[in-house]
């Protein structure tokens, strides 16, 4: 999920670093790369790797460590903020389990033994590992064989001593939570403690048309919400944007509240609501007529939601 709460969200200042990476596994071609990992820069294939990036996060305090399935940068969804290049309609490739596995080891193993932090010039109190985010170019869930690829990661975590200190997150548009495989993962990744970013950006059909070109109905997205939360903790994650200087009106803004109302209703226990805004510029035609949407208008939402009895998270 390119634009997500976690991963795409820093939009401060850069503080760029040199980092070499020597490519030491017998898997990968003896070479010497230099690249350069910033704060606001999220490049997927930064490390030289095809599934796992790092994602240094000064929200966070630490190491972000992110994983990619969609390596052909496909989404089922088009969201007019999304940040991937060349997004193309469509569901993740078959993925490669051994080379997977391979590059998590490889890559633990830089972090937790090697001199990964001394390369990064990372702060002594930064130097933990704050998530593994399952967060790519395109919906993770749309990977065949989606619940073995969270047991491989959760296995390999578990076993070099990550998890259980460290977060397990899938950043999701929710979109595919209907298909047994996903749910299959969901509870996998509730074994590993982890838990759910569920999209919902718009609670209307005209929203969701403009905003994530989603096909998927209102009412089905909202069924999948259940699912996920019974499955596994589940946290609401909301991008407001501000679209031809519209703001955030008051349909959108009662449908959203009716829409946690109705979910309340049914007995769905979400984590939280988390708010937040553009924080780069969307890599989509729209991108012009987006702005970010104010401080106090995300801050007063988020009121709103609180009286309805969510916790709720203002990322700005
Ligand atoms: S759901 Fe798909 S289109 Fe929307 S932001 Fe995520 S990757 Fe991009």
């Not at 460290?166 to 047994?180: A, E, K």
């Not at 759910?196 to 089905?220: H, M, P, Y």
Request: proline share 3%.
């Amino acid at each position: 999920m390119a634009q997500d709460f976690c991963n795409a969200e820093d939009g401060q200042k850069d503080q760029s670093v040199g980092y070499i990476f020597r490519r030491k596994s017998p898997w990968l071609p003896n070479k010497v790369m230099t690249v350069i990992l910033t704060t606001t820069n999220h490049s997927r294939d930064i490390a030289g790797l095809k599934y796992v990036y790092p994602v240094l996060s000064r929200r966070a305090g630490g190491l972000s460590i992110g994983i990619n399935f969609n390596t052909n940068n496909a989404c089922n969804w088009r969201c007019i903020y999304c940040q991937v290049p060349d997004l193309k309609v469509g569901a993740a490739p078959d993925l490669d389990f051994q080379l997977l596995e391979d590059e998590l080891r490889f890559f633990f193993d830089d972090v937790l033994n090697g001199d990964f932090y001394r390369r990064f010039q990372v702060d002594e109190d930064k130097r933990v590992i704050k998530d593994i985010a399952i967060s790519g170019n395109g919906e993770p869930t749309s990977l065949r064989e989606f619940d073995k690829a969270v047991a491989l990661i959760g296995e390999v975590a578990a076993e070099v001593g990550v998890f259980p200190k460290s977060n397990f997150v899938l950043i999701t548009n929710g979109s595919l939570v209907h298909r047994s495989s996903v749910q299959r993962g969901l509870k996998k990744l509730k074994e590993y403690g982890g838990e759910v970013w569920f999209k919902v950006d718009s609670a209307t059909k005209e929203g969701r048309a403009l905003i994530n070109n989603a096909g998927q109905s209102c009412r089905l997205s909202v069924e999948n919400l259940l699912l996920s939360a019974k499955l596994c903790p589940t946290k609401l994650q909301t991008c407001l944007l501000d679209y031809d200087e519209q703001g955030l009106s008051l349909r959108e803004k009662s449908a959203f509240l009716d829409l946690l109302k109705g979910i309340k209703a049914k007995g769905c226990v979400l984590r939280c609501v988390m708010l937040y805004t553009i924080a780069r510029p969307s890599l989509q035609p729209e991108s012009e007529r987006l702005e970010r949407m104010s401080v106090e208008m995300l801050q007063a939402f988020a009121d709103e939601i609180r009286l309805l009895g969510f916790d709720v998270l203002v990322s700005d």
